[in-house]
């Protein structure tokens, strides 16, 4: 008798990160053939890549009888969101910013403000790691991929200067000031370095700076 082949399974719809399929063929102990097939009754989104595939199932009897059939598996295809106008770090004071996703329709979640058009800000998050995530969907399968970027705000240095009076003589001494943290740069009428010159600076008020940024990138100007 002709034999009557048939296999069960295999799903309609799978996402390329989705696992393998098992394959139950009938009679047992027949062949699967087509894109994605591994192991001999597995079928693998990963392999098979984006599109539809056609899955074969042969059986063959002890007379040398055959009989075949198929079925369709539709594999999503890959998307690969990205998050553009979002730095990896941030100061505490930084303004806000719109971030926006690609490919555009995604959903924002996450350290943000809005989910289709999203704000961070440095602030409100406060300091320490933050994730910011975008999710799109692909339309035909409902298949979703997402995106995460770790955004580290840093607190900002408090800066200072010291080593100064309030008034001078013309003929004083010269006084050196210390900014703090270390590491910063002084700038004003009769500075030199971390020195400053009465004499040179002249008669009248004068405004001392002293700017400090640190590893970070962020920083602070004392007077």
């Known amino acids: ?104 329709g995604g959903t924002f979640s996450g350290a943000v403000t809005g989910t289709t058009t999203s704000v961070f800000n440095p602030s409100s998050q406060g300091i320490g790691t933050h994730n910011v995530i975008y999710t799109v969907s692909d339309a035909s399968t409902g298949c979703s991929f997402d995106t995460t970027y770790a955004v580290q705000v840093y607190l900002m240095p408090t800066v200072s200067i010291s080593g100064y009076k309030a008034t001078y003589c013309a003929n004083d001494v010269n006084d050196t000031l210390v900014g703090s943290p270390a590491g910063g740069t002084f700038s004003g009428t009769g500075m030199s370095g971390s020195l400053f010159d009465p004499m040179t600076a002249g008669v009248g008020t004068h405004l001392i700076e002293y700017i400090y940024t640190d590893p970070s990138g962020c920083g602070d100007t004392a007077y």
């Open 1 to 104: 008798a002709m034999p009557v082949a048939s296999f069960t399974g295999l799903s309609t719809v799978k996402c390329p990160n989705d696992g393998n399929d098992t394959l139950f063929g009938l009679p047992s102990g027949g062949t699967f053939t087509g894109p994605g097939v591994v192991f001999g009754n597995e079928f693998d989104p990963s392999v098979a890549g984006s599109g539809t595939h056609t899955i074969w199932y042969k059986y063959t009897n002890t007379g040398g009888c055959s009989d075949s059939t198929s079925k369709t598996v539709t594999v999503s295809p890959t998307l690969y969101p990205t998050i553009s106008n979002l730095a990896l770090g941030y100061c505490l004071s930084t303004p806000q910013v719109t971030i926006t996703g690609a490919p555009s």
